[in-house]
């Protein structure tokens, strides 16, 4: 069964950083190219951030490239996002998944993520 638990966000200022991070289980980690999403208040949710099994390549969004970095550690079954230079528009519900997930998969409860100062 998988499992999907986001972790790390939060309140910070613009500007600040936030590291977040997703343990994932009942399914092959370390062959799966996996993603981080968000959703935004009234808008779809979007993936911003793809990283392969191995952690190569990574591919991002424009609205992100530049401030996020994807990272994995196949060790841990973990995903990590760090977050720079983070702006309001950058407020969201972060979540992780397969990089092929569709609305129909399992999702994660997500972590809130609130730029504001």
């Known amino acids: 069964q998988v499992q999907l638990v986001e972790s790390g966000g939060g309140l910070v200022q613009p500007g600040g950083s936030l590291r977040l991070s997703c343990a994932a289980s009942?399914?092959?980690?370390?062959?799966?190219?996996m993603g981080w999403f968000r959703q935004a208040p009234g808008k779809l949710r979007e993936r911003i951030a793809h990283?392969?099994?191995?952690?190569?390549?990574?591919q991002y969004a424009g609205s992100v490239k530049g401030r996020f970095t994807i990272s994995r550690d196949n060790a841990k079954n973990t995903v990590y996002l760090q977050m720079n230079s983070l702006r309001p528009d950058d407020t969201a519900v972060y979540y992780c998944?397969?990089?092929?997930?569709?609305?129909?998969?399992?999702w994660g409860q997500g972590t809130q993520v609130t730029v504001s100062s």
């Open positions: 998944n397969k990089a092929t997930a569709t609305r129909d998969d399992y």
């Open positions: 990283i392969g099994n191995t952690g190569m390549p990574t």
């Open positions: 009942g399914f092959s980690f370390s062959f799966t190219a």
